[in-house]
């Protein structure tokens, strides 16, 4: 769409006409409406940041790296907490610094859409998906000489989004390499964050990964600093102080904790016998999961992940009383490689 054309888009939305203009822009103009954002003034809110936070000190080098690349172009790189909160920025050119300092696009500056309104970070931080905003797309009217494209970045090891990358400059400038140059800058981001993950963090990861393929309910791994979560088990809202807090409470010889909302974790330390080195937990609601028919022969030289196929295999036959075909369909396998499984755990 045409500059023109958007203005007039712009300006028939702000109006309570129907505007014509790409679905996902018109979606956020609403939320923005809704949120009660200011179209015509800036009035940002600021919060402290910590510019040497853990995403900033991955995420910057990697965007620094694209540097020499955009020399003589009006271009900004500029990182933003999940929360929309920018936290680092850089410029190409000395004269952007005191434009967008201006126009308060500026570390500590709330970039959200409930806050900013429509723009790249802001949508991106909403949806969690790429987002190209251009000109009068803003929905602030102070913006609309510039285009930013956003996306988020999922961190390797928790699977959740540790931050936002943009991609700023004039709105004339825009073209679609914008869009190009960000899926980049992300994946290098990504990279990068999994390449700095503590030798910890990927053990985690890969029991976390093992049990979420076995288990017939959500899966959240954590320890003292670190949660993987995914999104069924994102949408229960926990907490991983509290979760932590319940799992040393318990202590290593638990195999089973209450949580609160009717929820129950089973509890598949990563390491048999400690918490320090994380633990898997499978969530499920109603009564306990223990009991059943089914022991384990001697385990002591299987490994992590070993360990925790084999709990799975057990809790899912107690669950299931027994019956093989019935376990076999919960765990996603064959008959005949549940009965191999139960032959190399040797289980009766």
Same mark, same amino acid.
């Given at each position: 769409?045409?500059?023109?054309?958007?203005?007039?888009?712009?300006?028939?939305?702000?109006?309570?006409?129907?505007?014509?203009?790409?679905?996902?822009?018109?979606?956020?103009?609403?939320?923005?409406?809704?949120?009660?954002?200011?179209?015509?003034?800036?009035?940002?809110?600021?919060?402290?940041?910590?510019?040497?936070?853990?995403?900033?000190?991955?995420?910057?080098?990697?965007?620094?790296?694209?540097?020499?690349?955009?020399?003589?172009?009006?271009?900004?790189?500029?990182?933003?907490?999940?929360?929309?909160?920018?936290?680092?920025?850089?410029?190409?050119?000395?004269?952007?610094?005191?434009?967008?300092?201006?126009?308060?696009?500026?570390?500590?500056?709330?970039?959200?859409?409930?806050s900013a309104g429509t723009n790249g970070i802001g949508v991106a931080t909403t949806t969690r998906h790429p987002s190209v905003v251009i000109g009068a797309e803003h929905y602030k009217q102070p913006w609309h000489p510039w285009a930013c494209v956003a996306a988020p970045v999922v961190h390797p090891i928790?699977?959740?989004?540790?931050?936002?990358?943009?991609?700023?400059?004039?709105?004339?400038?825009?073209?679609?390499?914008?869009?190009?140059?960000?899926?980049?800058?992300?994946?290098?981001?990504?990279?990068?964050?999994?390449?700095?993950?503590?030798?910890?963090?990927?053990?985690?990861?890969?029991?976390?990964?093992?049990?979420?393929?076995?288990?017939?309910?959500?899966?959240? &791994? /954590?320890?003292?600093?670190?949660?993987?979560?995914?999104?069924? %088990? !994102?949408? *229960? @809202?926990?907490? #991983?102080?509290? +979760?932590?807090?319940?799992?040393?409470?318990?202590?290593?010889?638990?195999?089973?904790?209450?949580?609160?909302?009717?929820?129950?974790?089973?509890?598949?330390?990563?390491?048999?016998?400690?918490?320090?080195?994380?633990?898997?937990?499978?969530?499920?609601?109603?009564?306990?999961?223990?009991?059943?028919?089914?022991?384990?022969?001697?385990?002591?030289?299987?490994?992590?992940?070993?360990?925790?196929?084999?709990?799975?295999?057990?809790? &899912? /036959?107690?669950?299931?009383?027994?019956?093989?075909?019935?376990? %076999? !369909?919960? *765990? @996603?396998?064959? #008959?005949?490689? +549940?009965?191999?499984?139960?032959?190399?755990?040797?289980?009766?």
């Amino acid at each position: 769409m045409r500059s023109t054309e958007t203005q007039r888009a712009w300006e028939r939305f702000q109006s309570g006409a129907p505007a014509s203009i790409r679905r996902e822009i018109v979606a956020s103009w609403r939320r923005s409406r809704s949120s009660g954002v200011d179209p015509d003034r800036l009035d940002l809110a600021h919060s402290e940041i910590d510019p040497r936070s853990p995403f900033v000190r991955v995420a910057a080098p990697v965007l620094l790296g694209m540097a020499d690349l955009l020399a003589g172009s009006s271009t900004s790189l500029a990182l933003a907490d999940p929360d929309g909160i920018l936290t680092w920025r850089w410029e190409s050119e000395r004269t952007l610094t005191s434009e967008l300092d201006r126009i308060e696009f500026e570390p500590g500056s709330q970039i959200a859409e409930r806050s900013a309104g429509t723009n790249g970070i802001g949508v991106a931080t909403t949806t969690r998906h790429p987002s190209v905003v251009i000109g009068a797309e803003h929905y602030k009217q102070p913006w609309h000489p510039w285009a930013c494209v956003a996306a988020p970045v999922v961190h390797p090891i928790t699977r959740r989004v540790a931050g936002i990358v943009n991609v700023a400059c004039p709105a004339a400038d825009a073209n679609h390499l914008l869009l190009v140059a960000v899926r980049a800058l992300v994946d290098g981001v990504a990279a990068a964050l999994h390449e700095a993950a503590t030798v910890r963090q990927r053990r985690m990861l890969d029991a976390h990964l093992s049990m979420r393929s076995a288990a017939a309910g959500p899966v959240v &791994t /954590l320890d003292r600093q670190t949660m993987i979560v995914e999104d069924d %088990a !994102a949408e *229960l @809202g926990l907490d #991983r102080p509290g +979760l932590w807090a319940a799992v040393t409470e318990a202590g290593p010889s638990a195999n089973e904790i209450a949580l609160p909302d009717g929820l129950r974790a089973r509890l598949y330390p990563v390491v048999p016998g400690r918490l320090e080195d994380g633990v898997v937990l499978v969530l499920t609601r109603g009564t306990a999961l223990g009991g059943g028919s089914f022991k384990p022969g001697p385990a002591d030289r299987l490994g992590p992940l070993e360990q925790a196929e084999l709990r799975v295999i057990t809790d &899912t /036959l107690a669950e299931c009383g027994g019956n093989k075909s019935e376990a %076999a !369909a919960r *765990l @996603g396998i064959s #008959r005949g490689t +549940l009965y191999q499984r139960l032959r190399r755990y040797r289980l009766k």
